[in-house]
């Protein structure tokens, strides 16, 4: 570990060196075993492929790029960072390095598994990169469900969530028909599990016809003109940047 970080700390204040071998940055560094190497981050490394650059306790590294290109320059290749990069960040997954400051989702309180995500959960934030499965929308994330618990200042990631079901497979339903100030309400049995918003088949235990309905909270469901005028007015303004 000590050798990982001299290396890097003495690179970043060691004088220019000739030009080495062309490299390019690779644009998801990913990272294995805890200690990022050259040819984790570029592109034709060749046998300076295996030069350790920093270690990475956890499932994120952010490392400086002008520390990078000296350490890369010290090894013999040449990386101009013509794109001005200032940060890159290496996962245990895929991430994308950016130009400068990006605006990513993040959460603004840590949440438990089982959590459902609401609009006061998040808010933009500046980052140096943006995960290739960053959310890029706050409507997506409302009301979804988190699948594992979620730090505060986490970005707000595709695989860490999951529609939150809020109808179950044999659940009594209320279904009620909306139109014109005239409504009427009938119970009936889930034949599917359904989230908020979406469709689902609803059977009515006496006469076993089988009605569509869309879900909008626990054992609550619309169907008719009021299920259409629901779907169609589900994108309310959430988190601002």
Request: charged fraction near 20%; aromatic fraction near 4%; include cysteine.
């Amino acid at each position: 570990m000590r050798k990982v970080i001299a290396a890097l700390a003495f690179a970043a204040v060691a004088g220019p060196c000739l030009a080495g071998q062309p490299v390019a940055l690779k644009p998801e560094p990913v990272d294995a075993d805890g200690v990022v190497t050259l040819g984790e981050l570029f592109e034709g490394a060749g046998a300076a492929g295996k030069t350790p650059v920093a270690s990475k306790p956890g499932q994120t590294v952010v490392l400086d790029a002008g520390a990078v290109q000296a350490v890369a320059r010290r090894a013999g290749l040449d990386w101009p960072n013509a794109e001005g990069y200032r940060r890159i960040i290496v996962r245990s997954g895929a991430v994308a390095a950016a130009k400068g400051n990006v605006e990513v989702l993040t959460y603004a309180r840590s949440l438990n598994a089982g959590d459902i995500v609401g609009p006061q959960d998040l808010v933009w934030s500046k980052a140096a990169a943006a995960p290739a499965d960053a959310v890029a929308d706050a409507d997506a994330v409302i009301g979804m469900q988190a699948r594992r618990p979620l730090r505060a200042g986490a970005v707000a990631l595709s695989r860490d969530l999951a529609a939150a079901l809020v109808i179950k497979t044999g659940d009594m339903v209320t279904v009620t028909w909306q139109d014109s100030g005239v409504s009427v309400a009938l119970q009936g049995k889930a034949t599917a599990n359904a989230a908020v918003g979406e469709s689902f088949a609803v059977q009515n235990p006496a006469s076993k016809k089988i009605v569509q309905a869309v879900a909008v909270g626990p054992g609550q469901a619309l169907t008719g003109p009021a299920a259409d005028r629901y779907q169609a007015a589900r994108h309310p303004q959430f988190a601002s940047r």
